[in-house]
């Protein structure tokens, strides 16, 4: 059974970066895609990135060039970067597994607030 | 990027009706490659993760009820529950994932009356 388990803080403070983890168990991160996503208090849905089994990435451009999608898989662990956070930042993250993401984290809700 | 316009944005139904739930994308989603529609449904219970219940339009993932059908194709497509029970109480939401950047439908939230 593959899980996938978020961690990180969950306070951050504004222009600072935001740093999560998304440990993997059971599959190994160099086999298919792995994405990031974060949904909005209100509701919306956001997809950021992916990291791909190769370790190519793909990021959402509304995002720009504060995101980063990285991996270390000798621990099966795959990690989001953004910098420069905002109150609009403010969401709960999850990492997912799959070009469809058929597996989903538990999620890790982050308060951007100084 | 491609724009997912989602409806109705929430509905209340009784045990045992069906709902019907709609995404409309700007771009068609269809492969000429492979003929897979790459839109994918998924339920969101509160206080819990997305779960897949449909992808490629309409192939239901494993151990998903019956009573949950995608159709739809190019840029129309549709997430019906028939027989809807207590337990489908959750938002709803489409996926393209066709091109990036991946986009959702704005979600839909469904009540048991």
């Known amino acids: 059974e593959v899980q996938l388990q978020e961690s990180g803080p969950g306070l951050v403070k504004p222009s600072q970066s935001l740093s999560l983890t998304c440990s993997v168990t059971?599959?190994?991160?160099?086999?298919?895609?792995w994405g990031w996503i974060r949904k909005f208090p209100g509701n919306k849905m956001e997809w950021m990135g992916y990291i791909s089994y190769s370790g190519s990435t793909s990021y959402n451009p509304s995002l720009k060039s504060r995101i980063s999608i990285t991996r270390d898989t000798s621990k099966n662990q795959f990690f989001l970067q953004l910098n420069s956070v905002t109150t609009e930042d403010t969401a709960t993250y999850y990492c997912?597994?799959?070009?469809?993401?058929?597996?989903w984290g538990q999620g890790v809700m982050v308060t951007v607030s100084s | 990027d491609i724009v997912m316009t989602q409806s109705p944005f929430s509905l209340a139904v009784s045990e045992g009706e069906m709902v019907t739930i709609n995404c409309k994308s700007s771009?068609?989603?269809?492969?000429?490659?492979?003929?897979?529609?790459?839109l994918a449904w998924y339920q969101q219970k509160p206080g819990q993760s997305p779960k897949l219940l449909i992808y490629y339009a309409s192939t239901r993932q494993s151990g998903v009820p019956d009573r949950f059908i995608g159709s739809g194709s190019g840029t129309d497509f549709t997430l019906t529950i028939s027989d809807v029970q207590a337990e489908d109480l959750a938002d709803y939401y489409c996926?393209?994932?066709?091109?990036?950047?991946?986009?959702f439908g704005s979600g839909t939230k469904l009540e048991i009356k």
């Open positions: 996926l393209q994932h066709y091109s990036s950047p991946f986009t």
């Open positions: 771009q068609s989603l269809l492969s000429s490659g492979n003929q897979k529609n790459y």
């Open positions: 997912a597994r799959g070009n469809y993401y058929r597996d």
């Open positions: 059971g599959y190994s991160i160099t086999s298919n895609y």
